[in-house]
Each structure stands twice: as C-alpha cells, then as structure tokens.
C-alpha cells in the first residue's frame, strides 16, 4: 500500500515545536534548525542525540516511534537482502531510500551508502516527517 502523501502544510504545521525540541536537545540556537539541515554534518548531532530528540518529540506530540522506525518503514516490505548486504546499502535499496527521504538533495546520496551511514542524510524535515507518520499510526489505531 502506497502511503499517503505528507504535505507541506503538514509539515510546517509540526516544524516549530521539531525545531525548539531539537535546539534543547542539541543546545543550539532555535535558529540554527533549518528544515534542510543535515543533523550529523550540520548541527553535529550524535548517534546519543537522535535517542534524546526521539524521546523528546514522543512527549512533546504524545506520540511512540519504534527504535529503528526510519529504516524500518524505508525497506517496508523490502527484504533485508534486497535492501542491504554486508552492511552496504544496494542499489534498489538506495532508490527506496530517496524516494522515502524526498526531502533530501540528491547530491548527498553518496554511492556506495553504508547503512550505519544513512542518518547522515537526516535533517529536521526527516523527524516532521516522522511525527506526521507517528500522529496518522496513532489516529488509525485509535
């Protein structure tokens, strides 16, 4: 099944509390979250920070996201083998990869992608995204 479309509208709905939640857990200035900032290379968020920002988007929208929800919902009904081997991203799974992570300029796909690389790619939008996706989980179960 196709997902549904997340808009624009949806996300700048939710942007503003992503950005303040993201400056306390990285200690910066609110201004500093920019919807296309990559978290790693931008704002040198660490693997200890993504566990915090999680955390703390699931308290400030009521909302649960599963550990390893991204990669997850990117390889959908994907197998692992078509997905990964040998912890390298294949080329079937780096095209679901940017088709999941629109939000991303293409350029910084760099091939061959490690999988413990890919949050490199992430940038607030990519959280946004993922409280959308969280909220609509919640109304269809509840």
Known sequence: MAEAVITKEEIMAVFPTVQKTMADALG??????????SLIEGLDAES????????????????????????????GDMAV????????????????????????????????MRVDHIARLYTPETFCKLVIRAQRASQAAG
């Not at 201004?31 to 900032?37: A, E, G, P, Q, T």
């Not at 999680?54 to 919902?73: N, Q, S, T």
């Open 48 to 75: 200890i920070d993504f566990l915090d920002m999680v955390f703390r988007l699931e308290r400030a929208f009521k909302i649960k996201v599963p550990r390893g929800k991204i990669i997850e919902d990117v390889r």
């Open 28 to 37: 910066c200035d609110v201004d500093d979250i920019k919807l296309d900032v």
């Open 81 to 112: 083998t078509d997905f990964e081997q040998g912890g390298v991203v294949t080329d079937k799974g780096v095209a679901r990869l940017r088709e999941y992570l629109s939000e991303i300029d293409e350029s910084r796909f760099k091939l061959p």
